[in-house]
Structure formats: C-alpha cells, structure tokens
C-alpha cells in the first residue's frame, strides 16, 4: 500500500495477504505523522492542526486503498494506491490525492472532464546512493557522459541500458509511455506519457518515479528529482492540460483554430488570477527557485502566450485533439496531485466565473526590463505570502487543504534558515541532504 505525503514521498506500508483481504474494506491504521514530518523526520510545528487533531492528540488516521490502481509490481508483491481517510470515515481533507479527486469531480459535475499528461525530468548519476550519500550528493558523474546538449543519441551503453530497463518496467506494469529524450544538462533525462485523466496521470507519475528509482539502484546508480542539484540546468515537470464535454475538446476554436476559444480563454483567465497564488506548489522548496534563471528554460514571469514557451503558461493551438495548455512553471520536485488540482481549480474558477485572462504576451519573457511584466515569486516566503492573500483556490479547495499547505511550507522555509549555514546563492549541503533522494 503506497501513497505519497505533501512532499511527494512516496510511503506505505507491506502487508502480509491475509493482512489486506481482512482490512481492505475499512483501511489501516497509521500514524498521522505520515502527514506532519518534514523532509528531516522532524514534527512540522509552528501551525494549527487540521481538523482530524482537533483533540490536540496525535490519533491513527487511515490508509484506504484505490484497487482500481491495484498492479502486480512483481511476482509476490502487489501495489495499490491509497488515500487518507479519518477513523470516523471521512475523507482527509489536506490529502494531496483526495483534493485531486475532489476538483476532477467537480467538474464531471460540470459535465466536464479533464485530460492531461505529466512530463518527468530526472538527473541520472554513475555512482550508487550509498555513493552519492558518502558525498553529501555533491561532485557526482552524470550517467552517460559529459554531454550537455539536449537530444543527444551519443551516449554510454549504461545511459541506454539504464532507459531500457526503467521502459520494460513501464510496458511490464502497462505505464503508457509516449518516449524519452536526454535533456539539457549532462545525465538528464526526460519522458512522456500518454495523456489521461487527471487521477491516473497523477499516479502515473508517482509510480513511474519510483520505477526510475528502482531501475537505477539495481544497477548501481543514483537518480534525483531535486529541481536543481548542481549549478547544471535545472528541472521541472511540465503539465499538459485539455477539457472536454460531451462535443469535444473546449479548448478548441473550430471557426479560429488560429487563438484560443472562449472557454480557454475563460480557463486561462483563472489560472492567470491566481499564479503567483500558485507558486508554492509548482515551486515547494527552496531550491525549487534556484531553477528560476533567465534563458534556461523555466519561466520568470507570471505571463501566457501562444506557442511561448517563455512563459508561465503556453497555450498549443494544435487541432481538435492536441490543443491544450502548458504550465511550464511546476518543477520536477513539486508534488503532482497537489498542482495539478491547484492548476485545475484555477481554471474551474475562471470557467465558471467567465474569467478574462490578461493580453497574450507575445514576446520573449525572459531578461525583461523591471516592470514590464509581473514576476513570479522569487523565494518560497514570497509564493507563500500570496497563497495566504488568495481567497480563489481556497473556495475550490477549502481551509483545511490551503491552510496545511501554508503552515508546512512555512516551516519547509523555517528549516533552511535555522539549520544550516546557508549562502543564497549557492545550492546547500542541507539542501542536497534533504532533497536529493526524497523529493
């Protein structure tokens, strides 16, 4: 039984058969520090309780399994995806998955559904994690050699046999992959996946991490998911996002395939109300900003565009089927159920209120002179100063969902400037031991 906590680390419990058959029904007790450690193993404090500590006790909450998620992960060991639920049997509200499943839910009540897919990019190292660790995951050798440049076929027979065992993983647990190319720093990596969803695509890309995991430490190498772990190309995890009614995609103009329609549009405009709002969630850690840089890829400003992959969001004007929105600001070390139901309640909002998004920015976004466009927030206290100032997403997602976000990204933001000797402008021992594995 697997699911993950707000970091995004995947966790869980291995129970016996016999075990599972007898509580698959209820769920099964765990303590509810699954949701309340940090990436240190330490209580997050400093913020109130949601609602299943309302006693000020630390009770058991629940794990209750999905089985529409249950695989055969190898001979003997099955996984199936939970969510957390209350001993009282309701759901947790500041569960990642289950504020996911709300929002899709509300908009099948719209008579709307939602497809999307989840880039993941990673950094593959030579050297195993014992390795990695024994180095305080610093002066590692990118898998596959020194090349840098982006679609590069010349690589070392590990690279390839690496990506061949992370696919048959994929086709074995029937992970519908569309390909996957070499990124832009050395040993990074991308793939693609089929679109889907929003749930499956979300535990797509939770069971698909831990397949790269896995394949790299049989192999005696080392993976990470940090968005930026060396002063190499950062990396993220760009969504892909589509809705549909009974007619169609309605993000598609048949009479102006050429711009956006007016339900994109409406889309576009409460995701635009609410980015800088969203921040936190594409951006969770500190060292999610350090990938903010100019001409490197990820967006600096809080702008959309046609076909601009500069910008925060890009609209892909490609047809009926393949018209969608990009938003390009999530990094690859932010949780999927949490941003995707954060971008997805942003655009629910602006459909249901008409929104109107800003002018198109049809320049490049980068390098831009003060002023001209609104930035994204450059540090995590800043992203979460403007959730806390949003009232928007947290009408679609409630208090509780909101509120636990804030107070653990607040003490994520506490953690790095009381536990390590810190320069701002260079990545950190601490960052690289909490994030480089468990991100």
């Not at 299943?52 to 998620?69: F, H, K, S, V």
């Not at 002066?139 to 690496?162: C, E, M, N, R």
């Not at 749930?199 to 190498?221: F, K, N, P, Y």
Request: aromatic fraction near 10%.
């Amino acid at each position: 039984m697997e699911t993950t906590n707000h970091d995004g680390v995947l966790m869980g419990k291995v129970l016996s058969p016999a075990k599972y058959r007898a509580g698959r029904a209820k769920g099964f007790a765990i303590p509810d520090l699954a949701l309340g450690l940090d990436l240190g193993n330490d209580p997050a404090l400093g913020f109130e309780f949601p609602s299943w500590r309302a006693t000020g006790l630390m009770p058991d909450i629940e794990y209750r399994p999905d089985e529409n998620t249950l695989v055969q992960w190898k001979p003997g060991l099955a996984s199936v995806i939970c969510d957390y639920w209350t001993p009282e049997g309701e759901p947790v509200a500041s569960d990642p998955r289950q504020a996911l499943k709300k929002i899709e839910s509300e908009y099948a009540k719209r008579g709307l559904s939602v497809l999307t897919c989840i880039e993941i990019e990673a950094t593959v190292f030579e050297e195993s994690m014992e390795e990695a660790r024994a180095r305080n995951y610093r002066d590692l050798t990118p898998l596959g050699g020194g090349a840098g440049a982006a679609l590069v076929h010349a690589k070392s027979p590990a690279f390839v046999q690496y990506m061949d065992g992370v696919v048959d993983r994929f086709n074995q647990l029937d992970i519908a992959w569309e390909g996957w190319a070499d990124e832009a720093a050395a040993g990074q990596i991308e793939f693609n996946f089929v679109p889907t969803d929003a749930l499956t695509a979300a535990d797509t890309w939770v069971r698909a991490r831990q397949i790269m995991r896995e394949v790299a430490m049989s192999q005696g190498h080392s993976v990470t998911f940090m968005a930026k772990s060396s002063a190499e190309y950062g990396q993220g995890s760009h969504l892909n996002v589509s809705v549909h009614d009974e007619a169609g995609n309605i993000f598609y103009d048949a009479a102006d395939p050429a711009a956006p329609s007016a339900r994109m549009s409406h889309f576009l405009g409460g995701v635009m109300d609410t980015l800088a709002a969203a921040t936190s969630f594409a951006l969770p850690t500190v060292t999610s900003f350090r990938r903010l840089v100019d001409f490197d890829g990820p967006p600096t400003t809080l702008t959309w565009g046609i076909s601009n992959k500069s910008c925060s969001v890009r609209a892909v004007l490609a047809g009926a089927k393949a018209t969608r929105l990009e938003y390009r600001l999530p990094a690859a070390d932010s949780n999927m159920y949490c941003t995707l139901a954060v971008f997805l309640a942003a655009g629910l909002a602006g459909l249901d209120e008409s929104a109107t998004p800003p002018p198109e920015f049809d320049r490049m976004a980068w390098m831009l002179p003060p002023g001209t466009a609104p930035a994204v927030p450059n540090n995590l206290y800043d992203a979460i100063e403007a959730l806390e100032n949003d009232t928007q997403l947290r009408k679609y997602l409630g208090d509780e969902f909101i509120d636990y976000w804030i107070g653990l990204r607040r003490w994520e933001w506490l953690s790095f400037h009381t536990k390590t000797e810190r320069d701002d402008d260079q990545i950190s021992v601490w960052e690289s031991v909490r994030y480089f594995e468990l991100v």
